[in-house]
């Protein structure tokens, strides 16, 4: 009797394994799927067929992670595009999700998108070994916790569910050939990545090691919010844009001192990387504040447009007359003290922004959020630092944390080994940009909030310039008012997605 109810266990617990966890091959059976429906708040019910826990590749590691859900809204064909969001958030792990109704892939699948949601390994994932790992693994022993995300597992893990749809392409609803990616900060990172290292070689044999399909990795699009990325020169970007607020001019002496220093090599980056504006005019160290300066006020005037509220506190100049004697009020209608003279008592008279005073803004922007340390990104052991999440984003599967820029390892007398500098070059989009071997997505969406000091504002502009300067279309905007977010203004992205996939 206990021995038949031993093997009935055994039976269950194979039965709740996938075939694919049972034979090693990649799986998708499109007859398998389970209908579901979520419902929003306007009432209206979106239902969809989901396919969930489709291993995407053969040799996992790590079985929490390394697979990704599908849902299918009703209606879709063959030719349908894809929505493929990550919640991968400060380089940690993240588990493949259901959709949300209060965020971009809710409203994908609300506009009859298949939605993807992968699961990827990150700096925090561990799994304790077993004998079959041990075995698999030289110097590792069974017992042992191991670190099974460090760069550049996720980008490979997204990848790797890339080719898994491509794969399938044919037996799953939905166009893997317009593959349409969305993430934020370090997910945005991973869709800028996603985006801008299409079928690259250098990731080829880490793909075929963890079993990943035999097929391409482009995609078509990718909508990359507040991508924290470019980690090699953030901290020179990040000092050379606030090393002049009162917050470090009045801060900590030792912070100012590695502030200074790094401010001064940003300019012999920027000169490098020799970017055009999209006036066609080379952007420089000595034009580049002033070119911010310009995609500021771009966004603030756009949002005062719209109805928004532009303070002058904060360092703006309107146009003196535009609301007086010659134009209408700002969003129409009567002005209210008869039509053509100015209001009395309205200090923001005009109706156009016409300049912004940048060291008084960047004062208010540090004010919303203070800034982050000296270095922002490779603190660790710099004036005596704790490493910050990048440093152990480059540590080893024994969960080290490293110093990943030159400077921090001058200043710390650390090593950069070629493993560091390479998984620093795999997870920078910036060295892919324009280059031959590399498939980059044709249309870019890029959103910074002009507030948001996660990181410098010449991170995702120098990486929007890039991609605009190869020919990519790239809608890009420091949009106003937003703090370090993503999912924002979906009615404005979801517009640009129609008007790129019709
Ligand atoms: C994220 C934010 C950061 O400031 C950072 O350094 C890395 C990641 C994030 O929100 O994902």
């Known amino acids: 009797m206990r021995r038949i109810m031993i093997v009935s266990l055994l039976c269950a617990l194979a039965a709740t394994m996938s075939a694919q966890e049972k034979d090693k091959s990649l799986f998708f059976d499109a007859t398998q799927g389970k209908r579901s429906s979520l419902t929003y708040v306007d009432g209206t019910e979106v239902a969809f067929t989901a396919y969930e826990r489709l291993f995407y590749v053969t040799n996992v590691e790590d079985s929490t992670y390394q697979y990704l859900n599908i849902y299918v809204p009703d209606g879709v064909t063959q030719q349908t ?22 965020d971009a ?94 079928n690259n070689p250098a990731y080829e044999p880490l793909l075929q090691a963890m079993g990943a399909a035999q097929d ?20 020179m970007a990040y000092e050379w844009l606030y090393n002049g607020t ?19 090599q940003f300019p012999a980056y920027i000169n490098s990387l020799g970017l055009k504006k999209p006036d066609g005019t ?128 001058q200043k710390t007398g650390s090593v950069l080994t070629d493993d560091i500098r390479l998984n620093a070059r795999l997870l920078n989009p910036m060295n892919f940009i324009g280059d031959k071997e590399t498939d980059v997505a044709s249309h870019w969406y890029i959103r910074h909030g002009a507030r948001d000091r996660d990181t410098a504002f010449p991170i995702p502009l120098n990486l929007a310039l890039k991609l605009q300067n190869t020919g990519k279309d790239v809608n890009y905007l420091l949009a106003w008012n937003r703090p370090h977010s993503g999912d924002y203004a979906l009615d404005e992205l979801f ?8």
């Not at 391409?216 to 901290?235: E, G, K, N, Q, W």
């Not at 470090?248 to 100012?256: S, Y």
């Open 495 to 502: 517009q640009w997605i129609r008007d790129i996939t019709q």
């Open 246 to 264: 009162d917050s470090r001019q009045k801060g900590n002496q030792d912070v100012l001192a590695v502030s200074n220093e790094l401010k001064a």
């Open 81 to 102: 595009p894809i929505f493929l969001r990550t919640y991968v958030g400060g380089y940690m792990a993240s588990q493949a999700a259901q959709p949300q109704v209060g």
């Open 105 to 198: 892939t809710g409203r994908a699948l609300k506009e009859g998108y298949v939605v993807v949601i992968p699961g990827t390994r990150g700096r925090n994932s561990t799994i304790t070994v077993d004998k079959t790992y041990a075995k698999a693994h030289k110097g590792v022993k069974k017992g042992q916790t191991v670190y099974t995300g460090r760069a550049p597992k996720a980008i490979l893990d997204l990848k790797a569910a890339i080719r898994y749809l491509r794969h399938f392409d044919k037996q799953m609803p939905g166009d893997a050939e317009r593959i349409i990616t969305d993430g934020t900060s370090a997910g945005g990172a991973m869709s800028s990545l996603m985006g801008a290292t299409g």
């Open 216 to 235: 391409r990795d482009d995609v078509y699009a990718s909508v990359c919010f507040c991508p924290i990325t470019d980690l090699d020169h953030a901290d």
């Open 282 to 409: 080379l952007l420089t160290a000595d034009n580049y504040l002033d070119f911010i300066k310009r995609e500021i006020i771009r966004a603030a005037q756009i949002a005062k447009n719209a109805g928004a509220d532009i303070p002058d506190s904060i360092g703006f100049t309107f146009s003196s007359s535009a609301m007086g004697m010659f134009a209408a009020p700002i969003n129409g209608g009567v002005h209210p003290q008869g039509g053509m003279r100015p209001m009395r008592g309205s200090r923001q008279v005009g109706e156009y922004i016409i300049d912004l005073n940048m060291q008084k803004y960047l004062n208010y922007v540090v004010t919303t959020q203070p800034l982050k340390t000296a270095p922002a990104f490779d603190t660790k052991e710099v004036c005596g630092q704790k490493p910050s999440g990048e440093n152990e984003e480059f540590g080893d599967a024994t969960g080290t944390s490293v110093n990943f820029t030159e400077y921090a390892a």
